[in-house]
C-alpha cells in the first residue's frame, strides 16, 4: 500500500483512539469506586442506547471482516455465518433477556448462583465466561493485526505484532478507567461509525451494478473461479460427511451461543427494568439484521469486483476482502478517492476492534473479581477491594488474549468467533436455561453442566485441525488431531446438557423449591430484581 494509505489511516485511528480516551477519562471521573458504576454503569442508560451498544458488542471484527472475506472465498457457504449469528438474537429475545435481567446483578453466575450454593457454582460460571472471553478476544485480536499487515503491505510482521499489544494495551486502559460507562459510550459511537461505514460501501456496491442484485451475484460466481458452485450450498462444507458435520456443529453453536455470551449478558444489568432490556435486544436485532444483510452484499461485492483468487493472495483466510473491495471502489490503490475510502474502511475496523475488545474484557474481568475472587478471598473483603481486582484482571486477561491472538493470526476471525461461540453454547447455555426453567436442578447439576461442556469443548478443539496436523493450524509443526471436525459443537453442546441432567440425578442434595419458587417469580415479574 502506498504512503498516503498509510498516513491517513493512522491519523483516523489516532482520532478514534483520541476520542476513546477521551471518553473514558470523563467516565472515569463518575463514581469511580462504585461496583454497580464500574460494572454496569449504574443502570442508566436507555433502551435505544443500550440497543446500540449491544450491536457494538455484537458487530465485531469476526462480522466486519471475517463473515465478507468467508463469503468472498466460498459464497453461499460463507453467507450461512450471516444467518446463524442472526437467528441467534430469537433465542436471546425469547428465552433470556428479560429473565436474566430481572434474576442477575452483575454476572451470569448471579442468575445461576440465586437457588444454588453459590461457591462452586460462581468458579465453575466464573472459570467459564473467562475462558469464552478470551476465546473471543483473540478473534479482535487478529483482525488488528491482519489490518495492519494490510496496511503495510503485507510485510509488517513486527508492526503487526506491536498492534496486537497496542490493542490489548488500550483495553486495558478503557475497562480499568472507564468501566461501563466509557465501555457503552465506547460502542455506541463505533456503532454507528461501523452502521455508516457498511451502508456506504453498500451503496457503492449495488451501483456499481446498477442495483442488479443477479448481475451481482453472476458476476461473483464468474470472478470466484469456482462458477456456479460458487452460489450453491457444498463448496465450503459440503465435500463429504466430515465437512457436513461440521457444518452442522457451526450452526449448532451460532444459533445457541449468543444467549451464553458473557459480554452480551452483561449488557441487559445496564438498563433500568426488564422491559427495557427487551426492548434493547428489540433495538439491537433491528441494527444488527440490516449489518448482517450489509455484510452479504459487501462478501458477493468483493468476490466479483475484487476477485476470489486476489482476496485469497493478500489473506488466506479471507480478512482483507473489505478493505481490498473499499480500494477498488474509490478507484484503486493510485485514486485519492481509494485512498480515502480505504483508509476509512480500516479505521472503521480498527474502532470495532477496540471497543469490541473493550466490552469483552469488562465482562472478563468482573466474572474474575465478581465470582472468582469474591468466591476464593477471605471473608471481610470490601466492594471497593473487588473492583479493584477487575483492574487488575484486566491486565493478566489482555497478556493472555495478545499471547494467543499473535499465535492465532493466520486464522479467520469468523471462524475463530465460531470457536468461541461454540464453547459458550456448551458451557454457559444449558446451565443458564436449567436454571430458569428446571424446577429440580441442583448445584451438583449446575456445576456438571458447566464442566461437563467446557472440557470437552475445549479437548476437542485443542485435538481438531484448528490446532495441529495442517498448514493452516496453529501449531503447523506438529500433529495430535484426533477430532476430525473444526468446530466441536455437535458434542459438546449435548454433554453439556447431559451433564446437567446427569448431575442433577445423582445428587443427594434436595432441590430448594422455595428459592426456586423465588427465582420463577422474580425472573417473571421483576419482583424483588436489583
Not at 456443529?249 to 458473557?262: H, K, Q
Not at 470490601?382 to 493472555?400: D, H, L, M, P, Y
Not at 500433529?479 to 445423582?506: K, M
Request: net charge neutral.
Amino acid at each position: 500500500m502506498t504512503q498516503d494509505h498509510r498516513t491517513l489511516a493512522l491519523l483516523l485511528f489516532s482520532v478514534f483512539v483520541a476520542v476513546t480516551l477521551a471518553i473514558t477519562t470523563w467516565a472515569g471521573r463518575n463514581r469511580r469506586g462504585s461496583a454497580e458504576e464500574f460494572y454496569v454503569g449504574g443502570r442508566l442508560f436507555s433502551p435505544m442506547e443500550n440497543g446500540f451498544a449491544i450491536a457494538g458488542d455484537y458487530m465485531s471484527a469476526a462480522s466486519f471482516l471475517g463473515i465478507s472475506g468467508l463469503i468472498a472465498l466460498f459464497g453461499y457457504d460463507g453467507m450461512l455465518y450471516s444467518v446463524g449469528f442472526l437467528v441467534a438474537w430469537l433465542v436471546v429475545l425469547f428465552l433470556v433477556a428479560e429473565l436474566v435481567r430481572n434474576c442477575g446483578r452483575f454476572t451470569l453466575a448471579d442468575v445461576v448462583a440465586a437457588r444454588m450454593r453459590e461457591r462452586p457454582v460462581r468458579i465453575a460460571v466464573g472459570t467459564s465466561s473467562v475462558t469464552v472471553s478470551v476465546l473471543y478476544l483473540v478473534a479482535q485480536m487478529v483482525g488488528a493485526g491482519t489490518l495492519v499487515a494490510l496496511l503495510l503491505g503485507g510485510d509488517g510482521g513486527a508492526a503487526q505484532a506491536w498492534t496486537v499489544i497496542g490493542v490489548g494495551a488500550l483495553m486495558v486502559i478503557y475497562v480499568s478507567f472507564g468501566g461501563m460507562r466509557a465501555t457503552t459510550w465506547i460502542q455506541i459511537v463505533k456503532s454507528v461509525l461501523l452502521l455508516g461505514g457498511t451502508i456506504a460501501l453498500t451503496v457503492l456496491v449495488l451501483l456499481r451494478f446498477h442495483g442488479d442484485i443477479d448481475r451481482l451475484l453472476l458476476s461473483a460466481a464468474e470472478h470466484s473461479g469456482h462458477g456456479e458452485a460458487f452460489l450453491a450450498p457444498g463448496l465450503r462444507y459440503g465435500g463429504d460427511w466430515t465437512s457436513r458435520f461440521d457444518f452442522m456443529s457451526l450452526g449448532l453453536a451460532l444459533v445457541l451461543g449468543t444467549a451464553g455470551l458473557p459480554h452480551i449478558l452483561s449488557r441487559f444489568y445496564t438498563v433500568p427494568t426488564a422491559r427495557a432490556a427487551r426492548r434493547s435486544v428489540v433495538w439491537a436485532i433491528g441494527l444488527i439484521g440490516g449489518f448482517y444483510l450489509m455484510t452479504i452484499v459487501l462478501g458477493f461485492g468483493a468476490a466479483a469486483i475484487v476477485g476470489t483468487a486476489e482476496v485469497r493472495a493478500s489473506n488466506a483466510a479471507g480478512n482483507t476482502a473489505v478493505p481490498l473491495l473499499a480500494l477498488d471502489l474509490g478507484g484503486g490503490a493510485d485514486s485519492t478517492a481509494g485512498t480515502v475510502l480505504f483508509a476509512v474502511v480500516a479505521a472503521v475496523a480498527f474502532a470495532t476492534i477496540l471497543a469490541v475488545v473493550a466490552g469483552i474484557t469488562l465482562a472478563s474481568s468482573a466474572s474474575v473479581a465478581h465470582d472468582l475472587y469474591v468466591s476464593l478471598r477471605r471473608r471481610g473483603g470490601k466492594a471497593r477491594s473487588e473492583v479493584t481486582v477487575a483492574r487488575f484482571s484486566a491486565v493478566g486477561i489482555g497478556a493472555v488474549a495478545i499471547g494467543l491472538g499473535l499465535l492465532a493470526r493466520d486464522l479467520n476471525v469468523a471462524f475463530l468467533v465460531g470457536l468461541a461461540f461454540a464453547v459458550a453454547a456448551s458451557a454457559n447455555l444449558p446451565v443458564l436455561l436449567y436454571s430458569l426453567f428446571w424446577r429440580d436442578f441442583t448445584t451438583r447439576g449446575a456445576v456438571w453442566s458447566v464442566y461437563g461442556g467446557l472440557i470437552p469443548a475445549v479437548v476437542l478443539v485443542v485435538l481438531s485441525p484448528v490446532v495441529s496436523g495442517s498448514p493452516q493450524s496453529l501449531l503447523p509443526g506438529v500433529d495430535f488431531q484426533y477430532f476430525p471436525l473444526d468446530n466441536p459443537g455437535i458434542i459438546s453442546i449435548p454433554l453439556g446438557f447431559v451433564a446437567g441432567w446427569l448431575g442433577t440425578v445423582t445428587s443427594p442434595e434436595a432441590p430448594d423449591e422455595a428459592k426456586h419458587a423465588e427465582t420463577e417469580v422474580r425472573s417473571l415479574t421483576g419482583a424483588g430484581a436489583v
